[in-house]
């Protein structure tokens, strides 16, 4: 698992240069769109109290953070202690506000809901910064690349390596997701599933022919010495860039991006991120 981790980055930078240019199209699906065609939405106003969100914060001496689980980024070890590059991140940012960190999983479709009900401070979860999420959320600045790429059995990744080939295939997509956009924008055919975890086993099951996921977590659980050894990743769809969402108006948002710029000239961003293989996707915080 650990060697599969260090590509990770590697691979999303490269993919994101690279396979940025892919050609888009509407199309049929066979799941909900609700919340993941991508497209520009009427932007949201401020939500009533979020200028407090900092002080909410302080008073009850904790951030909730709403994550999936996503390795490399959000995932438990054995202990069942949520870990990765954006959970070691979060824990580090909450103890800069003297607060300690609240990991809860929510269902990815549903991340606005909940963050507007408060039921969450901000989604820190490799969250794709879409026109739909800035519409939605105030976002902080970008702090990683990555891409959306398509993942078949090993044994038939020679049958598909352009967006034309994919087109009879069924996928497996995480609801409210980059990817379910991707699958969209191309003409493909899908269903929704709760996480790409799950889109994963609807592959290796065969329930699905193929899957699109981020290539951070294509990197570190596919291939060889990991759970699915007899799944691969092919062609990236898109290029794309990770951010942390909160409530529109929350005060939150400028704390964390200073945040985010000591981290980088402390060395504490690029130490976390070579700790869990994503060095190479970081982007520069100035």
Known sequence: MFKKKLTAGVMALSLCFSLGACGSASGN?????????????????????ADADYAKVREKGK??????????????DEAGNWIGFDADMATEFAHSLDVEVEFVEIDWDNKVLELNSGAIDCVWNGMTLTDEVT??????????????????????????????????????????????????????KYTEVQSQAAALMEVKGGTSDAAIIDSLMAAAMVGEGTSYEDLTYTI?????????GFRKGSDLVPLLNKYFQVASTDGTLMNLAEKYGVQAAVIEQK
């Open 135 to 188: 519409s939605a959320m105030d976002c902080s600045k970008a702090y990683c690349n990555n891409a959306q790429v398509v993942i078949v059995p090993a044994d038939k990744a020679d049958q598909y390596q352009t967006v034309e080939s994919l087109k009879d295939l069924n996928f497996a997509v995480e609801a409210g997701s980059a990817g379910a956009a991707e699958a969209q924008n191309n003409g493909l």
């Open 236 to 244: 990236g769809l898109n290029s794309e860039e990770y951010g942390v």
């Open 63 to 76: 951030l909730v953070v709403g994550i999936t689980d996503f390795e490399p980024m959000d995932y438990k």
């Open 29 to 49: 699906t066979t799941g909900s769109t609700s919340g993941s065609t991508g497209e520009a939405t009427e932007a949201a106003g401020p939500v009533e109290g």
